[in-house]
């Protein structure tokens, strides 16, 4: 929420410095994000008044001023303004300032051939609204060569974040509350304006919807006059962000920002029958003020006459029954809805407000009838007009809380001692009331009191938190358990042995554009978001590799030889009967360069499914998956290449992860140049290591016995995947075989056709003696016939 200086000062009477203000508002919890004082923007800037105006002698449309400062010579000045005109009052900025609008630094310069000293502005280029017609013409009392900053009685800005549970504070009275309860000044008294009305009301106000909408107030104000409204109110919406309209219009808004009272105008000629709040039809359809039509059900309340629905209520008006600078005879309405009803309508319709925004949160139950009031008093004060009685339709839940409270749970729950004084002087500045028993009493704006813990939470704040001194938590002998779950202890052994392998982790959106999400998607249901932060990322991932993609291809778009990327992350999918089911998943991409070229071997060499096999392979053994038994199979994926990939299975069905290059139609649809590699491990499928594993590492002990090597070479049919020989050769003898891989692939001349030679080499490990050439023979014979199982034979 935004306010100025000038506006808190009309609730505050204080003394304090801005600085001294915002180190008050961090302290009782309200977090100033920022500060903006606009006589920063106007320095340099002055009250000028124009003694000449010529034509320029070479532009047509330029006029060449002689323009008073107020000190010294007048200056000459270049404009192009079609209003500037001797004799007018206007702002002048001087060389060496900066123009708001547009950052330019003003110099000295020859405009056409002619010196221009600075520039004659306007209210667009000095950021003070949109107009930019022609230059900002000053009264004529203003006085020239004074400081345009101190005469526009610039105020600083602060910018302050309002938590959700101080719904209090969403007007800058709330503000200049809790700061006079921290001792920062006095809170003005405010002065609520006894108005008598003339007659009844126009039109029949009543709500029909007493659970949405308990309590509808109104009364209409006839023969206003709709115009500008003041500059005084101007300056101070502006400084809150709003944009000035038209008087009645600003004036609603300005009381909605002051004392957090939402309130609405209608044209009182536009509206037909009885104003009732009600609950809406289905399919019912209303046209908002920011020009959306808007499908309702019957779950919200709204605000309607005999035509039909012209407001939803605590949230947006109607277009059709909005004010203009026409409207003569108006209704004001001043209502109390529902919260929990106001949030539920908002996100249904996707639509948010200030209203809303002040109304789900809570406004204050009792505030109607001064709301009401001060609203009133300013639209005649501005505007003119004569105000009706008031209507008051339903009841507003104004029943005080009461809360028995003990002072010296201060003590036990904030760690701060306060006197039991001092805690009832805070509790009264912030208009609750303390019994001589210490029965409190709390305002109805105070939603968010709900037992003695939030009392204690008011004293404290107010007291100030920088009181309460920090303490460590006890802490209980000998070692913690642990806390990590296996699947989180998984996960970070996954990322140190990838990192550890040379791969760069990435974190990447867990939102795609729906046309990735669907490449990836193998023919399951996907999750789209309705409400999501950006349309262009509304689907759940159903794979990492899509968002590992973007991030190489951003890395190649910005010159990076190659990217070797992994990512830890969860896929979405939907579950039996739509249930959300989030798999945890290991992605890596390894795209571009895998060695740079060099005089060793020419030129850069790439990545090819091998690389993707033995990163798969590296982290399930991490993982402490089953390597040795692991099935290499085809089926990776239509998003793979058919050529070039695989999954590893434990079993037919078991797949723990697809590795390999990517489709080159994968590679079109996401705009990437190939060859790029892809695994995919999904960590669920892992089977949990028996006995549960440990912190501690088995002891180190070394065969005692140096292994030896056997090679052998095979005739195997030429379609034999190599990996099921070696599988085979393993499997022999599993005591005396523990190591066994291919290190030569041949075919051609010598081989018969239909064939390959497969050359494997065998590592054999003694026990507690050295084999006999007998026993490896024996072994060598078991290795052949597990080999001639699978359709090979020794090569002679």
């Avoid at 994000?33 to 532009?59: Q, Y």
């Avoid at 501690?696 to 195997?716: E, I, K, M, S």
């Avoid at 080499?761 to 060598?780: H, M, N, R, W, Y």
Wanted: with cysteine; net charge negative; proline share 6%.
């Amino acid at each position: 929420m935004k306010f100025s200086l000038e506006w808190l000062t009309d609730f505050l009477d204080t003394e304090a410095t801005v600085g001294e203000i915002a180190a008050a508002l961090n302290a009782i919890g309200h977090e100033v994000e920022g500060i903006e004082d606009p006589a920063d923007k106007l320095s340099g800037f002055r009250v000028a008044k124009v003694l000449t105006a010529a034509p320029h002698p070479d532009a047509d449309k330029l006029q060449v001023l002689s323009v008073d400062t107020g000190e010294g010579d007048p200056l000459q000045v270049v404009c192009g303004a079609p209003n500037a005109r001797a004799g007018m009052l206007g702002v002048l900025g001087l060389p060496g300032a900066v123009v708001p609008a547009n950052g330019m630094e003003l110099r000295k310069s020859a405009i056409r051939g002619v010196e221009s000293n600075g520039m004659m502005c306007s209210v667009r280029e000095l950021e003070l609204g949109d107009e930019h017609d022609g230059i900002i013409e000053l009264p004529e009392d203003a006085p020239v060569g004074a400081s345009f900053a101190d005469y526009s009685d610039a105020s600083p800005v602060f910018d302050v974040a309002i938590t959700p549970n101080r719904p209090d504070c969403m007007g800058v009275l709330g503000i200049a509350r809790d700061l006079a309860a921290a001792g920062l000044g006095k809170l003005r008294p405010l002065a609520v304006p006894q108005i008598t009305g003339d007659g009844a009301c126009a039109v029949e106000i009543r709500t029909d919807d007493a659970e949405g909408c308990p309590a509808f107030h109104g009364r209409t104000i006839m023969g206003v006059a709709n115009g500008a409204s003041p500059e005084w109110m101007q300056r101070r919406l502006k400084a809150a962000g709003q944009r000035p309209i038209s008087a009645i219009v600003d004036i609603t808004n300005y009381v909605m920002l002051a004392h957090g009272r939402p309130a609405h105008a209608y044209d009182l000629a536009k509206l037909s029958g009885a104003v009732v709040a009600r609950r809406a039809h289905d399919g019912e359809q209303v046209l908002a003020l920011n020009e959306k039509s808007y499908t309702l059900d019957q779950s919200m309340t709204v605000i309607a006459d005999d035509a039909g629905v012209h407001d939803i209520a605590g949230i947006m008006g109607g277009e059709h029954s909005g004010v203009t600078d026409s409207t003569a005879d108006v209704l004001f309405e001043v209502a109390y809805f529902d919260p929990e009803r106001i949030g539920v309508t908002g996100r249904k319709l996707g639509l948010a407000s200030d209203a809303r925004t002040r109304f789900e949160r809570g406004v204050d139950p009792a505030f109607l009838d001064d709301g009401l009031a001060l609203l009133t008093e300013l639209i005649v004060t501005i505007c003119g007009g004569t105000p009706s009685e008031v209507v008051r339709a339903g009841q507003a839940p104004v029943e005080p809380k009461v809360v028995q409270f003990d002072p010296t749970l201060t003590t036990r729950l904030g760690g701060i001692a306060v006197s039991e004084d001092e805690q009832r002087r805070i509790l009264e500045a912030l208009d609750f009331t303390v019994g001589a028993d210490w029965q409190v009493t709390c305002p109805p704006r105070r939603h968010d009191i709900e037992g003695p813990a939030d009392l204690v939470e008011e004293v404290v704040r107010i007291h100030g938190l920088d009181h309460v001194a920090s303490v460590a938590l006890p802490r209980a002998e000998g070692v913690a358990m642990p806390t990590a779950t296996p699947l989180q202890q998984l996960e970070r052994k996954l990322r140190r042995a990838a990192a550890a392998s040379g791969l760069n982790e990435a974190v990447t959106w867990s939102f795609l554009p729906t046309a990735d999400a669907e490449h990836f998607a193998d023919g399951t249901e996907l999750w789209v978001l309705d409400n999501p932060i950006s349309e262009d990322m509304k689907a759940m991932r159903p794979s990492l590799i899509p968002g590992l993609l973007a991030a190489a291809k951003r890395n190649a778009d910005r010159g990076a030889p190659g990217s070797r990327l992994f990512e830890i992350g969860r896929r979405y999918f939907r579950g039996k009967g739509g249930a959300s089911d989030e798999r945890p998943t290991l992605g890596v991409v390894l795209a571009g360069e895998k060695s740079a070229r060099s005089w060793s071997q020419g030129k850069a060499t790439g990545f090819d499914a091998y690389d993707a096999k033995a990163a798969a392979m590296a982290l399930l053994g991490a993982a402490g998956a089953p390597v040795d038994n692991l099935m290499v199979m085809g089926e990776a994926g239509e998003q793979f290449h058919p050529g070039q990939s695989a999954t590893l299975r434990l079993g037919p069905k078991n797949v723990l992860a697809r590795f390999g290059a990517l489709h080159p139609r994968t590679l079109k649809a996401f705009d990437v140049d190939g060859p790029v590699m892809a695994v995919e491990i999904f960590l669920d499928a892992i089977p949990a290591r028996r006995g549960g594993g440990g912190f501690a590492r088995p002891a180190y002990a070394p065969p005692a016995l140096q292994a030896l090597t056997r090679d052998f070479a095979f005739l195997v049919p030429a379609d034999l995947a190599a990996g099921d020989l070696v599988k085979a050769v393993r499997g022999a003898d599993k005591q005396a075989v523990v190591d066994a891989r291919v290190f030569d692939v041949f075919s051609g001349q010598g081989v018969p056709e239909g064939k390959k030679s497969v050359a494997v080499e065998v590592v054999l490990q003694p026990g507690e003696k050295s084999f006999t050439d007998a026993e490896i023979k024996a072994i060598s014979d078991k290795v052949v016939a597990a080999a001639a199982k699978q359709g090979a034979e020794l090569r002679g």
